[in-house]
T-cell receptor, first 113, second 111 residues
């Protein structure tokens, strides 16, 4: 059984650029959630994808968007990067969209300069 | 919106002492989950509580869910150096797919 993987591990971008982060869910999981974790804070829910559809969204602007593919892997896209977007981006997969334990990947550390 | 606070923010204990972190939600939760994040790592699921007043134990860890389903606690007996990390509670509202994480309690152990 393969765990949740994310790529890349680290990324440095310039303000105004766009970035795509990738996540492969754990085998058997059909739901992927994305979180932003700033230094010293708890993860903040960005959105969730269930069966290739967005299934809920946190308080993040539309420049944060995502996709889920038929194999349940997922992408997080962020346009027009801002300095405050610098954070650890975590992907978590689960057996379903509600009330299931989240299996987190190792995260992507994004730095915006 | 739903807010989940934890106290204390930091806790330094001598190895062998007990540790408790408290979690309070601004709204009633359908369930509460606890995660542990080691320094430089990612959150790892510990447990989920669903029922009002539920108590669960995992070896030296005891988890409680309040009667009103708005608060929870994690108690560690006789801490060990392997317990170092940040402990987060996280809750779902009813019919809400959004998992709201608490502010976390960072535990450090003095050998």
């Amino acid at each position: 059984e393969t765990g949740v993987t994310q790529s890349p591990t680290h990324l440095i971008k310039t303000r105004g650029q766009q970035v795509t982060l990738r996540c492969s869910s754990q085998s058997g999981h059909n739901t992927v959630s994305w979180y932003q974790q700033a230094l010293g804070q708890g993860p903040q829910f960005i959105f969730q994808y269930y069966r290739e559809e967005e299934n809920g969204r946190g308080n993040f602007p539309p420049r944060f968007s995502g996709l889920q593919f038929p194999n349940y892997s997922s992408e997080l896209n962020v346009n027009a990067l801002e300095l405050d977007d610098s954070a650890l981006y975590l992907c978590a997969s689960s057996l379903g969209p509600l009330s299931y334990e989240q299996y987190f990947g190792p995260g992507t550390r994004l730095t915006v300069t | 919106g739903q807010q989940v606070m934890q106290i204390p923010q930091y806790q330094h204990v001598q190895e062998g002492e007990d540790f408790t972190t408290y979690c309070n939600s601004s709204t009633t939760l359908s369930n509460i989950q606890w995660y542990k994040q080691r320094p430089g790592g990612h959150p790892v699921f510990l447990i989920q509580l669903v029922k009002s007043g539920e108590v669960k134990k995992q070896k030296r860890l005891t988890f409680q869910f309040g009667e009103a389903k708005k608060n929870s606690s994690l108690h560690i007996t006789a801490t060990q150096t392997t317990d170092v990390g940040t402990y987060f509670c996280a809750g779902h509202g009813f019919g809400n797919e959004k998992l709201t994480f608490g502010t976390g309690t960072r535990l450090t152990i003095i050998p």
